[in-house]
């Protein structure tokens, strides 16, 4: 009998956690490796929540690749018997005068098969009266989409692929020569050595110091910072059963997701914030970004004008100059793929990517052009969208 193909996929966050999974179910071999575990709170993928949208502006493969997502999040979560996806539904708030992203998301969204309904301000402010709707121009609402419980669900998948016969490894692979020397394998945090046949690195904002010349700059870790406001006692208007997971395009992108869990109201602005080191980064939010969402929610949400911050968290984008993702083979390495670049936005795609990824790294398949390496050459560096 021919041994499996064995395959290394160095770290077990969103896209590799899924992607190791998928591998396993193709019968091959799959040897998961992770410096601080899946979900861990040093990686993008740790934290409580993330968004579950379609909603993605023009000219993108986003909605159709979250349609398909949502499908596949659905079927596992019926697997496993977990709830990880709150159908809260999403609201998107066209705020600005210039509503072109929101417009031309409709007939993606038509395209894709995502339900949607436009909603006026009035519409809006009648549904959830604890939205201040006085300068919402329209909306789009997604009654399908809602918010993923994030390192619950990298948890699972985890869970899932030693249950099918994964093999995982709690340690950091060193960076050590590993644009030319992957070949020779791998080494690890604790001096041995893993040699397999394909290796695909998903290594979220660690990647560009992995691979210094073929990833270096084009992964950008940003310092994010996450405000969870307390609800007034008693009071559930902010819950996740009340309010939909909701964002706000205006001359910067706002967003947050209700009260679940027992957890506060979370909002943060998605503007990218200062360069951070995702493993020496100290996770303190900034003053100056605390009252800014501090004004904004007394705002949209006059209820919440006093409300206690009773917890934060930071995290970091791994963002690529076009915030579009990174799936594509090592430039002179035929057997190493190089996955991330989730640019804020990629944690919804999880199970879309592990599929592809899997695909790709045991067939002969062309790469999604948007995603390839090569785009970088003729980029254009002034990007696109925004993220969750
Ligand atoms: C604040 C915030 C909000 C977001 N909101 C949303 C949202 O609402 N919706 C959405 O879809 N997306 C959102 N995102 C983006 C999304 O979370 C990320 O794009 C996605 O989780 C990235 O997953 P990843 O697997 O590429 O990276 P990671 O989750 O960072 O996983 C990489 C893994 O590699 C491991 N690793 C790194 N280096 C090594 C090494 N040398 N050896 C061994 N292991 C190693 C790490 O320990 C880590 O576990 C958000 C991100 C942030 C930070």
Known sequence: MPSKT???????????????LYLLRRNVRVTLVDAWGPGNSRSSSGGETRIMRGTYGPNQPYTKMAAHALRLWKEHEAQWGVQVLHRTGVLWMATSADDQFERSSLPMLRDAGVAYEELSGKGVSKRWPQINVEDVRWAIYEPEGGFLSARLACQIVFDQF??????YKQAAVLPHDLEDGVRQGLTLSDGSKLTADRYVFACGPWLGKLFPET????????????????TPAGDDRFAEHKLPVWADHRDRF???????????FKVADDTRGAEFD??????VVSEDGLKAIRDYVAFRFPAMKDARLIETRVCQYENTPDNHLIIDRHGTAENVWLVGGGSGHGFKHGPAVGEMVAELAMERKEVNPTFQLARFRKADLLGQDSGC
């Open 278 to 283: 995702p493993t020496s980064g100290e996770r």
């Open 162 to 167: 030693m249950k099918a016969g994964g093999e």
């Open 254 to 264: 706002i967003y947050g997701i209700p009260a679940t869990d027992g957890r506060g």
């Open 215 to 230: 990833i270096g700059r084009l992964v950008r870790p940003t310092k994010q910072d996450v405000f969870f406001f307390g």
């Open 6 to 20: 064995h395959v290394a996929v160095i770290g077990a966050g969103a896209f590799g956690g899924w992607t190791a």
